[in-house]
């Protein structure tokens, strides 16, 4: 597949990003396609020198033009990781969201289709919604609210699922499923909005410590490189999925924040904030499934991420 074109949707998005590095690293080509309406052109910038590397403003909702087909001639692969997906990008993108996880996934299938290449899509724990089983395996169904300010997101990449499920049974599709856990590291927006890049930028710049409900809720967090190594094996697997990507290593946020504060040596406090309706109250993946059918596992422990996020704000705020 080396020397082949791997289009990587999404791709100046913070996992997207950090994806097309590896695979440039790796000795393949790479067509990073994105509507930056999240993404970053810096994240595309560090790897424009790179003669393997080409960067394609589109919206995947959007036909594909015959200029941008000329480019896919060789293609071998799409990864598909173009969505907002922080909770603040819900109310200010639910059309959009809605959109990119049915019609472009919709438009990436098609040119799966078109081409002949595998495609591989970046689900999400959300499709567990807020979940009552715990730790979440992936035949769970899930228990997420159709109706709420989560739903764009949740039931956008349920509808996505499914999608992919018609396209494998009814045109034969190669298709596979990951579904992401939080991830966090290097290249996150400062205004991104999640926890973990909240806390430091909080930290750093010495302003209040925002916790949202009573800090009870659990989250479990990857570190980047170890969610990187996850798709690259999947991509790489005869395997279709759906496969939890996550680090099983559960944390209250309140236990992070005070992780934060230890980090960073910060002056700064907590303060409670409300909690967002529809927050979920915990999460953890069961990875048993990536591990025996991928040969994959997390290694980078939550206290080595931080400190190698931490570096990276303190360098570049
Ligand atoms: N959260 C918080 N303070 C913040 C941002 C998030 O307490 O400044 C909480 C949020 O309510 C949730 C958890 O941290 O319970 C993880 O939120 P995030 O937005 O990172 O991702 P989610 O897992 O909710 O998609």
Redesign the pocket.
């Known amino acids: 597949m080396k020397n082949k074109t791997i289009l990587v949707t999404g791709g100046a998005g913070f996992i997207g990003s950090h994806l097309c590095k590896k695979l440039l690293e790796d000795g393949y080509r790479v067509i990073s396609m994105d509507n930056l309406i999240t993404g970053n052109m810096a994240n595309v910038k560090r790897l424009k020198d790179n003669k393997n590397f080409l960067f394609i403003r589109h919206d995947i909702t959007k036909k594909f033009s015959e200029k941008i087909k000329k480019e896919l001639s060789d293609l071998a692969y799409i990864l598909d990781l173009a969505c907002p ?4 990008d819900f109310p200010r993108y639910p059309l959009e969201i809605m959109e990119v996880c049915f019609n472009g996934t919709k438009n990436l299938l098609e040119l799966a289709r078109e081409y002949k290449v595998p495609f591989l899509q970046t689900s999400t ?2 499709v567990y919604g807020d979940p009552e089983i715990h730790p979440q395996p992936e035949s769970y169904w899930g228990h997420a609210n159709p109706y709420g300010p989560r739903s764009c997101y949740d039931e956008g990449k349920r509808s996505a699922e499914a999608l992919i499920y018609t396209y494998k049974n009814t045109y034969k599709v190669d298709t596979k499923i990951i579904r992401i856990f ?1 991830t966090y590291g290097p290249q996150m927006r400062p205004d991104d ?4 890049s ?2 430091i930028v ?1 930290a750093i710049t010495g302003t209040y ?5 009573d ?1 009870k ?1 659990t ?1 479990s967090f990857c570190y980047v490189s170890d969610m990187v190594g996850g798709i690259i094996a999947m991509m790489k697997s005869r395997e279709e999925g759906p496969f939890n990507i996550g680090n099983p290593g559960e944390f209250t ?1 309140l236990e ?2 005070q992780k934060v504060i230890k980090l960073t040596g910060t002056k700064s406090k907590i303060i409670f ?1 409300p ?2 309706k529809d ?2 109250k915990q ?1 953890k993946p069961i990875i048993t499934l990536a591990k025996k059918k991928l040969g994959w596992s997390p290694k980078v422990s939550l206290d080595e991420g931080l400190e190698k996020t931490l570096e990276f704000f303190k360098n570049n705020l």
């Not at 997906?85 to 603040?88: D, F, I, L, Q, T």
């Not at 909005?193 to 973990?196: Q, S, T, Y």
């Not at 410590?209 to 409900?213: D, E, Q, R, W």
């Open positions: 997906a922080s909770p603040v724990s959300e939080n909005g999640r926890v973990v909240n806390f909080q410590i925002t916790v949202y409900g800090g809720q989250r946020i992070l924040a904030k909690l967002p927050d979920p999460r």
